[in-house]
């Protein structure tokens, strides 16, 4: 990788800074892209990601492109028609700029798409019929078959990555509340939880990135990435207290009762992520490319649990 100019989207997010730092350390001249103005070398200011975002002015020499950029997934969507916008953000914004990357001579891009492609729940693999049920995962989907589609035509080398829930050290959303109640010893009502989840830390999916970015058997071809060690809910908070030195206070209540109680509160959608089971084999990363994960989920907890605790508990409340 070494001197490789690689452009990286979403460059000061959560999982871009671990994906630039994982480049830089590889050698690679690392081009960033920020919506805010910024001084920092090789980092180009681009406008909100759509149809219409002119990409090619931090695309030239680039030999390849991560592309992390996204319109997210929210819990309280305020879209007239979110669907809508998640397509002119994670569709057609992809497609942008996949064909000003081609255009600019770039010979591949690796694309970080989302398990929620598959669906919300179940046990899945490589092979697995994509399911798509929100207008997040519907757009990440249709983005993924455009973008194929433009390899065929093109040439250009595509590889899709769809990673689950990822941790580390700058998480937020609900791993970090999550988080945030077991170093507070507050009583969880999951002692009873018995399911199943895969996730990914921060530095395992960058590590499969830049084995993507590399590797002549990745083209064309459709990733899923995991930690490959997976957790029921109870076992994830006592890998967290674990890691945060405290004691994982679990409580057994029915997981029927939480359901039925949650679905009261009109909360069922995050109780189900709580008590269902979504798992995803790495196994096609590992038989084609050799990968595997580098970091334990231990490890990868003892980090993010340090930065928890280095950033000041109040802070993250």
Not at 100 to 127: D, H, L, P, W, Y
Request: hydrophobic share 40%; aromatic share 6%; charged share 15%.
């Amino acid at each position: 990788m070494n001197g490789q100019r690689i452009l990286v989207t979403g460059a000061t997010g959560f999982v871009g800074q671990r994906v630039c730092s994982q480049l830089e350390n590889l050698g690679a001249v690392v081009i960033k892209t920020s919506r805010a103005p910024s001084s920092e070398p090789n980092t180009f200011q681009v406008q909100a990601l759509g149809p219409h975002t002119e990409w090619r002015e931090s695309l030239q020499g680039c030999t390849s492109v991560v592309h992390l950029a996204a319109r997210v997934h929210v819990m309280n969507e305020n879209a007239v028609d979110p669907l809508f916008e998640f397509r002119q953000a994670n569709t057609e914004g992809t497609l942008q700029l996949a064909r000003q990357a081609v255009q600019c001579g770039v010979k591949r891009m690796v694309f970080i798409s989302s398990i929620k492609v598959n669906g919300e729940a179940g046990e899945f693999t490589a092979s697995s019929i994509p399911n798509p049920i929100d207008p997040y995962g519907i757009s990440k989907y249709e983005a993924e078959q455009q973008l194929l589609e433009l390899s065929r035509q093109s040439g250009l080398e595509v590889v899709i990555l769809r990673p689950p829930l990822v941790y580390g050290p700058g998480v937020r959303a609900n791993f970090l509340k999550l988080l945030s109640v077991v170093a507070r010893g507050i009583p969880l009502p999951l002692g009873a939880v018995n399911n199943q989840r895969s996730l990914v830390y921060v530095g395992n999916l960058a590590n499969a990135i830049a084995t993507c970015l590399n590797h002549s058997n990745a083209v064309g071809k459709t990733y899923l990435v995991s930690d490959n060690s997976d957790v029921s809910t109870p076992q994830l908070v006592r890998e967290m207290a674990l890691a945060l030195g405290r004691k994982a206070n679990l409580i057994n209540i029915s997981p029927w009762l939480i359901e039925s109680l949650a679905a009261l509160l009109g909360k069922r959608a995050a109780a189900q992520r709580l008590l269902g089971n979504l798992t995803v084999s790495p196994q096609a990363l590992h038989e084609d490319l050799d990968w595997e994960p580098p970091y334990s989920m231990q490890v990868g907890m003892k980090e993010t649990a340090d930065w928890y605790m280095q950033q000041g508990q109040l802070k993250l409340r």
